[in-house]
């Protein structure tokens, strides 16, 4: 009776072939660090199971607390979804190309910065896990965040191009339960700084935004247009409908910031999208949950950055040949665009 063989993973093909190659893995002085093979750590590490409290019962309305609303100047019309099973291909072939399985001589942690790789492979790799405590707000969710997927995420670029430290993840924006970072560049030349954000990335609370609420953001979907002056008298045009108003936040932090490249986390769960030149569609990936496997959350999150940073084998956006440039005019202001206060970063970068 024939018995079906189970699929080895990348990490666990990638040690057989060092034991049959009769090439060391591990040298006898550099025995269990992840540095001694990158692309297995990365392909293996899933990141750790984060407890926290129970997601909220009562009802809860979330574009007052954001205060968000729908907007003339918002140009995002389409959110195309990226393929699994290719995106995933890419991923592997970037891995497999750029990342390392040999040893680089050097230890997981960083003497000069003290980054280092923190997220758990056992059995290959003997990272001892942190000991973080019950994420109970939105503060103890991004103390997971910070210490796993973007400790390790910082270390391996650093391992990977060595000239990364002037990239890191700032605070941008605080809301009571959302946090915004961008991945940004920093760097003093002749008594000024050269500033650029790359990337941002959204963080709130699973127990807020559940893995049900981002499967509806990331899959396909369109918006009305309401830039035409009269457009929002309309009851149905003047609302927000399903995970528009998470959208709308996503789309005005990355206008202003001249950033396309974003990723929404709950740590639980993560999307990663880019939006296009013209900035009227998006293309997001798919939902992936924290354990994911081919490709691993640590994977995902790695390429995506590079691509950010426009860095060789990043991913690379379709052709949308109908799609005008992203371009500045005027609009005229209606009484109801100046009934409150409005964002006013993302209305000076928007007069489209």
């Known amino acids: 009776m024939l018995r079906s063989v189970p699929q080895l993973s990348p990490c ?7 034991i049959l190659s009769s090439e060391p893995l591990f040298s006898n002085n550099m025995a269990f660090r992840a540095s001694d093979n990158l692309q297995c750590y990365i392909r293996g590490a899933k990141l750790p199971a984060m407890a926290y409290r129970s997601p909220r019962s009562e009802p809860w309305s979330y574009h007052v607390s954001f205060n968000v609303r729908p907007e003339r100047y918002r140009k995002l019309r389409l959110v195309h979804t990226i393929n699994a099973t290719p995106f995933s291909d890419i991923i592997s072939d970037w891995v497999e190309e750029f990342v390392p399985s040999k040893s680089l001589g050097v230890n997981d942690e960083d003497e000069h910065t003290g980054e ?6 056992e059995p290959f790799f003997s990272i001892v896990p942190l000991p973080l405590v019950r994420a109970e707000d939105i503060e103890r969710v991004f103390v997971w965040l910070d210490m796993f997927p973007l400790e390790s995420t910082r270390r391996i670029l650093n391992l990977l191009y060595g000239n990364s430290n002037s990239w890191k993840f700032l605070p941008s924006e605080e809301q ?4 915004t970072l961008t991945w940004s560049y920093s760097k003093s030349e002749q008594d000024k700084t050269i500033s650029q954000d790359a990337l941002c990335l959204f963080l ?5 935004l559940s893995a049900k609420d981002l499967q509806e953001f990331a899959r396909g979907q369109a918006f009305p247009d309401r830039s035409a002056p009269d457009s929002l008298g309309d009851e149905a045009q003047s609302t927000l409908h399903g995970m528009e108003w998470l959208w709308s936040k996503v ?3 990355c206008i202003c910031r001249d950033c396309p490249w974003f990723i929404v986390t709950t740590y639980t769960h993560w999307v ?4 296009s030149a013209g900035w009227t569609a998006s293309f997001v990936s798919p939902l992936y949950a924290f354990d994911s ?6 994977e995902v999150l790695v390429y995506w950055l590079i691509s950010a940073m426009g860095y060789p084998g990043g991913f690379v956006l379709p052709d949308i040949s109908h799609e005008s440039v992203h371009r500045r005019r005027l609009l ?8 409150r206060d409005e964002p006013a970063e993302a209305l000076q970068s928007t007069l489209l």
């Open 12 to 18: 666990t093909a990638s040690l057989l072939h060092s």
């Open 116 to 121: 280092r790789l923190t997220i758990p492979c």
């Open 176 to 179: 009571p339960f959302l946090k």
């Open 204 to 208: 709130m609370p699973p127990w807020l």
């Open 251 to 253: 789309w005005d932090a």
């Open 272 to 275: 990663f999208g880019v939006f």
């Open 293 to 298: 496997h081919m490709p691993t959350v640590l």
């Open 332 to 339: 005229v202001a209606t009484p109801r665009d100046i009934s």
